[in-house]
């Protein structure tokens, strides 16, 4: 498939995609979404990827949201069978370690696109928010459910019944995302983090991806049993092996994946 409105990189184990439409602020159309959803099924076909980086053409926005145009074109069912949220649940669920280097304005559905993601860099021009209300309509690819479960329902109420948008350092504060940089380093910031994953086990980060996001949605002690599953079999693995041993020659570890 041609790529016409992102750029896909890739450069060993370390992908990236520019969402390219600066012209509108590289708003989200079907087209869009489809050339993301094309990406997600390379990368879970190409094992040599272990960190997927998104960010946005130009110095102006990571994602505006969606594009109006065709926005208005969508009918009922097609809401209903959202390629959008289809997309979106595909990211979270990536095997990959993904990370939303956010370069500007990241509203509507480029917020929900970066939420989705495990780990967001703002650079401190950003601004990020959910003002789908503003339009009539509400957050529907995942804007409710994701930004509650990171910022806790009070504060998700007050960002989506206001529209407001707030700027990089309110949403460091409020746990929106991990941390902020100057304009921009999103990418390199991003890199830099990729590279320090990348130096971990890779089937124990693997499994830390899973247990966390499977166990927020679980009670304690459910979430207990499969952090010791995760744990029992890790240690059947050649990996554990080889990070002890590194450990006490000191030196760096080679992991394998196995």
Known sequence: MDFFNLIFEKQGKIAKVTINRPEVRNALNYQTWTEIEHVLEMVEQDDEIGILIFTGAGEKAFIAG?????????????????????????????????????????????????????????????????????????????????LTRLVGPAKAKELILTGKIIDAQEAMRIGLVNFTVGPGEAVQEAEKLAGSILSKGPLAVRLCKIVVDRGADTDLVSGLVMENLAQTAIFGSEDRQEGIDAFLEKRKPKFAGR
């Open 66 to 146: 969606a594009d109006i145009v065709d926005l208005k074109k969508r009918s009922m069912v097609e809401t209903i069978n959202s390629k959008n949220l289809s997309v979106l649940n595909r990211l979270a669920s990536s095997r990959v370690i993904t990370i939303a280097a956010i370069n500007g304005f990241a509203l509507g559905g480029g917020c929900e696109l970066a939420m989705a993601c495990d780990l967001r860099i703002a650079e401190e021009n950003a601004k990020l928010g959910q003002p789908e209300l503003n339009l009539g309509f509400l957050p529907g690819a995942g804007g409710t459910q994701r």
